[in-house]
């Protein structure tokens, strides 16, 4: 019986996380609801353990998530999670053999990333950590033009993505529907309605959670909508060494 723990052991993959990041959480989901071998190494962004020399031997880049797999490491969330599906053998409707609805897949985590992803990420930024944790008033107009660029990537993320299907590639939930459901959430994190007016996009938001499960879905998603009481009790100074890099990148 030893033995075979032991080789169980073996077979897991790290997985570098922080949960308030939205990739973290989808690989996490990913590999959870997949029943996939795996061990979670905490990495907290807002403590600059990024910058730590044993991360830095994993991930030369400096962001989670990361994955160490044996001598084996990968960055970047779509990398990792087609790793996982393939390693693993994941069901096909998460990166399925067919032709055009792996293109849909494709499609969508190559525009996800400066698109829903950057613009989410700004809202949260502007609308909760800078102001709440950094201790710096956001204008007005800057905080109304992130809002108006997520508004974008919602309504393209609706009518191109979505159009009249359950799923991006489908009748059946996928890598890109895992991806885009994280990054939608994290301003919503940050107390922004943005399934108000939209009912396409909370049927869907509905029927991946439903696909997901609902105990999993709030499980990993629990770090981050804690954040509007989380921030409260931060230490700023935390963030101090990586400040002007942040407002300099969201204002």
């Known amino acids: 019986?030893?033995?075979?723990?032991?080789?169980?052991?073996?077979?897991?993959?790290?997985?570098?996380?922080?949960?308030?990041?939205?990739?973290?959480?989808?690989v996490l989901i990913f590999a959870k609801k997949n029943n996939i071998p795996h061990e979670v190494k905490q990495v907290?962004?807002?403590?600059?353990?990024?910058?730590?020399?044993?991360?830095?031997k994993v991930s030369l880049i400096r962001k989670v998530p990361a994955l160490q797999d044996g001598d084996f490491c990968l960055a970047e969330s779509p990398a990792i999670l087609l790793y996982l599906a393939r390693k693993f053998k994941t069901p096909d409707h998460w990166y399925p053999a067919d032709l055009q609805q792996?293109?849909?897949?494709?499609?969508?985590?190559?525009?996800?990333?400066?698109?829903?992803?950057?613009?989410?990420?700004?809202?949260?930024?502007?609308?909760?950590?800078?102001?709440?944790?950094?201790?710096?008033?956001?204008?007005?107009?800057?905080?109304?033009?992130?809002?108006?660029?997520?508004?974008?990537?919602?309504?393209?993320?609706?009518e191109k993505f979505l159009q009249d299907r359950p799923f991006i590639a489908g009748d059946h939930i996928s890598l890109a529907d895992?991806?885009?459901i994280v990054e939608v959430m994290q301003p919503v994190a940050a107390g922004l309605d943005v399934f108000g007016g939209r009912p396409k996009l909370s049927a869907w938001r509905d029927r991946v959670q439903a696909a997901i499960g609902k105990e999993l879905f709030d499980e990993v998603h629990q770090t981050v909508m804690g954040s509007q009481e989380r921030v409260k009790v931060m230490d700023g100074s935390k963030l101090e060494f990586s400040k002007a890099k942040i407002l300099k990148f969201f204002m």
Do not use: T
Request: glycine letters at 6%; one cysteine or more.
């Open 1 to 26: 019986m030893q033995g075979v723990c032991s080789a169980a052991a073996a077979m897991a993959v790290e997985l570098y996380l922080d949960l308030l990041s939205q990739p973290c959480r989808s």
């Open 44 to 56: 907290s962004l807002m403590d600059g353990e990024q910058h730590r020399e044993d991360f830095g």
């Open 102 to 158: 792996c293109a849909r897949i494709d499609e969508y985590l190559s525009w996800q990333h400066c698109a829903i992803r950057l613009h989410g990420s700004k809202v949260f930024w502007l609308k909760l950590m800078i102001p709440e944790v950094l201790h710096v008033e956001v204008p007005k107009e800057k905080m109304d033009a992130a809002v108006e660029e997520l508004n974008g990537s919602l309504k393209l993320l609706e």
């Open 178 to 180: 895992l991806v885009a």
